[in-house]
């Protein structure tokens, strides 16, 4: 599990740049919602109209490699839908998430 990412996600929230929870995210919607992220363990229907929501303002998205329950203990809040607000941060968080994918991969072949 890629520590640095859930960090860098609690250095977010202690911030005030990101929201947690599916209405506070959709009314960031177009205003200041930079990257759109979700739990694996989100259920498809609302990951379903949560993308739809957001498919008019081309706002990238990511699917964590936490579930809700351990987002909630590295958040003190368990959420689902959550949404980073600061572009460098958002940034950040996209470079880490793709660093774990390849890692687990590399650790699948070998």
Do not use: W
Not at 31 to 50: A, G, H, I, Q
Not at 59 to 88: C, I, M, N, Q, W
Not at 91 to 103: S, V, Y
Request: glycine share 8%; with cysteine; charged share 25%.
């Amino acid at each position: 599990m890629n520590h640095k990412l859930l960090g860098l996600l609690g250095i977010c929230r202690k911030a005030g740049k990101l929201r947690l929870g599916f209405d506070p995210v959709a009314e960031g919607l177009g205003k200041d919602v930079r990257l759109l992220l979700f739990s694996n363990d989100v259920s498809p229907k609302t990951k379903e109209r949560m993308l739809h929501k957001a498919s008019s303002f081309s706002t990238a998205s990511l699917t964590l490699p936490y579930s809700a329950d351990e987002l909630f203990a590295g958040l003190g809040k368990r959420v689902a839908v959550l949404a980073v607000t600061d572009r460098g941060l958002a940034d950040r968080i996209a470079q880490l998430h793709t660093t774990a994918t390849e890692n687990r991969e590399e650790d699948l072949t070998l």
